[in-house]
């Protein structure tokens, strides 16, 4: 689909459940809170294992995939979070996917006061081919002018001290921290780690972005398993986000991976299981 079409349909999406969203905080309406979160990464299939799981008759999709509440959005109020989900009591669990929630430092604390009993789906992937990912995702909404090499070495500059004001809560947002984290959001154990000191492990899920590509049926009936509803014998699979981008250098990528190497080994020894990267 042309890139045009397809962020003018998304506006157009978000506008509506932004209307939505009005017009059931208008008719004051008792809403659910979610009962589980894909949180991460981006660039690691939370789209696609969110249209999945939205499919599942036993689930109740938000007015939007990405509700932004426990980043971006949180000074919106819990009476504008509650407006994206089911009625309360409606049969059904309630799940919202905003993969900001991993990186954003604040996040995992204001979600453990609002909805503590959460269960967490994080994604993960290779973090050499999740950068580069990340970067022609921010060349194609033209917010990144640099090339690959040089938007990775402005990083430091460009994010500055923002992840501590943000973490001190000394300013609400940070387009930099969000968008040119090409490296921060794949240093994934660090992630992991914070949100772990507001959730017990067993409440969260860590999935193989290369599992989920290689067979998403499987890796969407564990996803299942583990929120305690039925399997499906099939589903609409269609991957999301399958832009072709030019290859990344050789060079660049082995410089990259050397980078990635303490913090995957951290990760593994973290989930107590090898990730093949």
Known sequence: MNPTLTRTLRWLGLLEAGR???????????????????????KCGTSSLHNYLAQHPQ???????????????YGRGES????????????????ESSPYY????????????????????????????????HYWHERDKGREKLSFEDAVAAE????GIDEERLARGEIERSAAHQRFSYLGRGRYAEQI????????????????????????????????AWLDLPAV???????????????ITPWTAERLKLYFEPHNRALEALLG????W
């Open 273 to 276: 299981r090898p990730l093949g």
């Open 80 to 95: 504008w979070y509650r407006a994206n989900f089911g009625r309360a009591g409606e049969p059904g669990l309630n799940f």
């Open 20 to 42: 939505r969203v009005e017009l059931r905080l208008r008719l004051r309406e008792a809403r659910a809170l979610p009962d589980a979160m894909i949180i991460g990464a981006m």
């Open 59 to 73: 689930v109740i999709p938000p007015l939007r995939k990405e509700v932004h509440f426990f980043d971006v959005n």
């Open 156 to 159: 430091p500059d460009r994010l």
């Open 193 to 224: 780690e914070r949100w772990l000191r507001f959730y017990p492990r067993e409440r969260l899920l860590c999935l193989r972005f290369e599992d989920l590509a290689a067979d998403p049926l499987a890796v969407l009936n564990q996803s299942l």
């Open 102 to 133: 991993l990186y954003h430092p604040l996040a995992p604390e204001r979600a453990s006061r609002m909805v503590p009993q959460a269960r967490l789906i994080v994604l993960v992937r290779d973090p050499v081919r999740r950068a580069y990912s």
């Open 233 to 247: 014998a099939s589903a609409r699979l269609e991957a999301r986000n399958t832009r072709k981008y030019p290859p």
